[in-house]
T-cell receptor
Framework: DGGITQSPKYLFRKEGQNVTLSCEQN?????MYWYRQDPGQGLRLIYY???????QKGDIAEGYSVSREKKESFPLTVTSAQKNPTAFYLC????????????FGPGTRLLVL | AQTVTQSQPEMSVQEAETVTLSCTYD???????LFWYKQPPSRQMILVIR??????QNATENRFSVNFQKAAKSFSLKISDSQLGDTAMYFC???????????FGKGTRLSVIA
C-alpha cells in the first residue's frame, strides 16, 4: 500500500542528546514537510523540501536540521539546541503542481526525560 | 502574512444533527487552495475536503460540504447527519500554490454526543 510512514511512534530524548525522526513515503511525491504540533497551537512548519538535495526553513526551524538525499526520505534531527522539544511531530508529502494535497504520516511523539 | 483563524475552540453536536465549523483567512493572493483536515484521537491527520479558490462551486464529500465565500475570505465546513466517528479536532488550512507548506488554524474540537 502507498503511504507515509514515521518512526518511531514514541521517542525519548535525554538532555543534550540529538535524536532523529524518520519519515518515508512511497507515493512518489516531490515535496515533503515537517510540522510540529503543540496543544492549542495547531501545526507549525519546521522545514520543507520541494526537491531532492534542497530544503527551506519554516517558521520554527531553530534547533532542528533535515536532509533530503533521497526522494522518498526526509529525516528530521532534533538537536540539543532545541530547548523545548516535547511535542507531536507530523511529516507530510505532496505532488508537484498547484494545489497539491498534503498527506500526513501517523506522527511521532517526542518526550524529554 | 497569511493567517487562518478558527474562532470556535470547541463545539458539540447531537448525533444525526448538523454542525458548521467556521474558518476565516487572510491573503492577498487571488488563487489559492483551502482544506479541512480531521484529527481523531489517533492523531492521524485525515483530509476531509479541498476547495480551489478559482472554482465558485462549493466542494462536497458525502456528508461534508463547505460554504466558500471568497470576498469575505470565509471557508466554513458543514457536517450533516453527524456520527460518533466525527468526534475529532478539525483544522482549516490554506496554501497559495502547490509544493508550498500549509498554514493552519488552531483547530476546533468537535464532540458528537449520542
Amino acid at each position: 500500500d502507498g503511504g507515509i510512514t514515521q518512526s518511531p511512534k514514541y521517542l525519548f530524548r535525554k538532555e543534550g542528546q540529538n535524536v532523529t525522526l524518520s519519515c518515508e513515503q512511497n507515493l512518489n511525491h516531490d515535496a515533503m514537510y515537517w510540522y510540529r504540533q503543540d496543544p492549542g497551537q495547531g501545526l507549525r512548519l519546521i522545514y520543507y523540501s520541494q526537491i531532492v538535495n534542497d530544503f527551506q526553513k519554516g517558521d520554527i526551524a531553530e534547533g532542528y536540521s533535515v536532509s533530503r538525499e533521497k526522494k522518498e526520505s526526509f529525516p528530521l534531527t532534533v538537536t540539543s539546541a532545541q530547548k523545548n522539544p516535547t511535542a507531536f511531530y507530523l511529516c507530510a508529502s505532496s505532488v508537484s503542481g498547484p494545489g497539491g494535497t498534503q498527506y500526513f504520516g501517523p506522527g511521532t511523539r517526542l518526550l524529554v526525560l | 502574512a497569511q493567517t487562518v483563524t478558527q474562532s470556535q475552540p470547541e463545539m458539540s453536536v447531537q448525533e444525526a444533527e448538523t454542525v458548521t465549523l467556521s474558518c476565516t483567512y487572510d491573503t492577498s493572493e487571488n488563487n489559492y487552495y483551502l482544506f479541512w483536515y480531521k484529527q481523531p484521537p489517533s492523531r492521524q491527520m485525515i483530509l476531509v475536503i479541498r476547495q480551489e479558490a478559482y472554482k465558485q462551486q462549493n466542494a462536497t464529500e458525502n456528508r461534508f460540504s463547505v460554504n466558500f465565500q471568497k470576498a469575505a475570505k470565509s471557508f466554513s465546513l458543514k457536517i450533516s447527519d453527524s456520527q460518533l466517528g466525527d468526534t475529532a479536532m478539525y483544522f482549516c488550512a490554506f496554501t497559495p500554490s502547490g509544493n508550498t507548506p500549509l498554514v493552519f488554524g488552531k483547530g476546533t474540537r468537535l464532540s458528537v454526543i449520542a
